[in-house]
């Protein structure tokens, strides 16, 4: 358990919050951690029927925690608690429901690429500045995103670091439905429980049929991981890293 990340059940939902607003829900190599084993856990618990994720109002994620990267970046060591995540997020055998208002940088928007349904506010913008940062896309999303949105909407997003709007990703096929703010824990929780209440076994294979063989995630997933070691330590990144930091 980590105070920055609340794990919850609600009947057949496990929710796993992001819970650090003073930070934006910037994600540290602890937050990582949490939300892996919650989703193995709760992978693992017959009572658990679908998993799903959450952020603060107006901040999914500032995405990883800069200062966590500048540390990579200066020698130090960190990244198989990210990598861990993300393994447990593409073999995730039970569904991913997700629930964005605001911010959604990085990793902030790349998760809902596995997830199976994403609620937005129109308030939200998903945006990847990975290039600006000397760095490259991560979570699959150099494959993902292209399937799902075709090669120049995902060159637009992944390298060229244009965001999108909710209304703008919902167009895009990146996202289920754009709802009030108000409305939006209440939203995702009842997708959630509508997907918990159907036959699991039907529900497990559908899935799995929808999805399609995950091999091919997880296998870009680590190609990506290896070139974003690499780029931690440049001094693109560097350099990037240390004007976020120095920038107030
Ligand atoms: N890592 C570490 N800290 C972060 C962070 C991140 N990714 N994003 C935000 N924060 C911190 C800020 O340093 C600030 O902390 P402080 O109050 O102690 O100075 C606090 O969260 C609030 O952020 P702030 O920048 O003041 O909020 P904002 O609303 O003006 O801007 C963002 C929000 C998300 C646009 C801006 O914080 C940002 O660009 N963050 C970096 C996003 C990023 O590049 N993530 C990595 C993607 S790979």
């Known amino acids: 358990m980590n105070d920055h990340v609340r794990i919850e059940r609600r009947g057949a939902l496990q929710v796993i919050r992001l819970n650090r607003p003073e930070k934006k829900n910037a994600i540290t190599r602890a937050m990582y951690a949490a939300m892996a084993a919650a989703l193995t856990a709760g992978d693992a618990d017959d009572g658990v029927r679908c998993h799903v994720i959450l952020g603060q109002r107006g901040a999914f994620s500032a995405g990883n925690d800069l200062a ?53 506010t129109p308030a939200t913008v998903f945006s990847t500045p990975f290039v600006d940062l000397g760095l490259v896309p991560e979570a699959g999303s150099s494959l993902i995103a292209p399937m799902v949105l075709g090669h120049q909407r995902a060159f637009a997003l992944l390298a060229l670091g244009q965001g999108l709007v909710a209304e703008e ?54 190609e990506e991981a290896e070139h974003f070691r690499a780029r931690l330590k440049s001094d693109e990144a560097r350099t990037a890293f240390m004007a976020f930091m120095s920038r107030k």
């Not at 500048?70 to 991913?96: H, I, M, N, R, S």
């Not at 996202?175 to 039907?202: C, N, Q, S």
Request: with cysteine; hydrophobic share 50%; charged share 25%.
């Open 169 to 222: 990703a919902k167009a895009a096929g990146l996202i289920h439905a754009v709802v009030d703010p108000d409305a939006l824990d209440d939203a995702v929780y009842e997708l959630a429980e509508r997907l918990a209440a159907k036959p699991p076994e039907a529900l497990r294979i559908a899935r799995d049929l929808i999805r399609g063989p995950r091999e091919a995630i997880i296998a870009r997933i680590g």
């Open 68 to 120: 966590d990267f500048l540390a990579v970046a200066t020698g130090g060591e960190g990244g198989q608690e990210v990598y861990d995540f993300l393994l447990a997020l593409a073999k995730a055998a039970k569904p991913l429901v997700s629930g964005v208002d605001g911010i959604a940088v990085g990793i902030g928007t790349t998760m809902h690429m596995h997830c199976d349904l994403t609620l937005a």
